[in-house]
């Protein structure tokens, strides 16, 4: 089991920035991805950014520019630099991580909230 933990989210005015950890936990090995994701009400949970273990990474279209995912593979842990934040960047944050069977895992969300 892999258990992930996230932390860094908050309220922050538009154009500031937020940066979200990703500790990752457990049995660790074969992880391949880790990313993230968010999430309003009413509305399905749609990808944010991933990073492999190569360091490829790939990101959403609304958060190219002003959104930065690395990694610590030493750490097992996943950072989201998130800058010229907007309101509409306003969701719960999943953090998610992959293993190379295909198996995903979930953390619990983190709310960041953008005010105009």
């Known amino acids: 089991q892999v258990q992930l933990a996230e932390s860094g989210g908050g309220l922050v005015q538009a154009g500031g920035s937020l940066r979200l950890s990703c500790a990752a936990s457990g049995i660790t090995s074969h992880i391949v991805n880790m990313g993230w994701y968010r999430q309003t009400p009413g509305k399905q949970r749609e990808l944010v950014a991933v990073i492999s273990a190569y360091s490829s990474t790939n990101y959403a279209d609304p958060v190219k520019g002003r959104f930065t995912i690395s990694r610590d593979l030493a750490k097992n842990t996943a950072y989201l630099q998130m800058n010229s934040l907007k309101p509409e960047d306003t969701a719960v944050y999943y953090c998610?991580?992959?293993?190379?069977?295909?198996?995903?895992?979930w953390g619990q969300g983190t709310q960041v909230t953008v005010s105009s």
């Open positions: 998610y991580a992959e293993k190379i069977s295909g198996r995903e895992y």
